[in-house]
Nanobody
Framework: VQLQASGGGMVQAGDSLRLSCAAS????????VGWFRQAPGKEREFVGH????????YYAASVKGRFTIFRDIAKNTAYLQINSLKPEDTAVYSC???????????WGQGTLVTVSS
């Protein structure tokens, strides 16, 4: 599975942004796709995940309510919708995939989100 994250950019506080994670190599029907972020000087942080089959999602407490993960099965693409962006959301956002509930095996490169106040 190859993953390609995109959609990052420079935005202002309060804006919304949608990140994409396009998968190739196989369908994700039995996979889980997770989103992570890494702010400058900080460790990577889990944001949330979605189970492809059924679309069940789970979010870290720190982002719950502003972040939404969904997928387009036909496009084999997962999305991370971020609303009411804050400067502290500035980070490199990346996606990962794993079969079922197993540890993440496949990682995409990150996309940078910069939020100015």
């Amino acid at each position: 599975v190859q993953l390609q994250a995109s959609g990052g950019g420079m935005v202002q506080a309060g804006d919304s942004l949608r990140l994409s994670c396009a998968a190739s190599g196989r369908t994700l029907s039995t996979y889980r796709v997770g989103w992570f972020r890494q702010a400058p000087g900080k460790e990577r942080e889990f944001v949330g995940h979605i189970y492809w089959s059924g679309g069940n999602t789970y979010y870290a407490a720190s982002v719950k309510g502003r972040f939404t993960i969904f997928r387009d099965i036909a496009k084999n693409t997962a999305y991370l919708q971020i609303n009411s962006l804050k400067p502290e959301d500035t980070a490199v956002y990346s996606c990962a995939a794993a079969p079922g509930a197993s540890p993440y095996t496949y990682w995409g490169q990150g996309t940078l989100v910069t939020v100015s106040s």
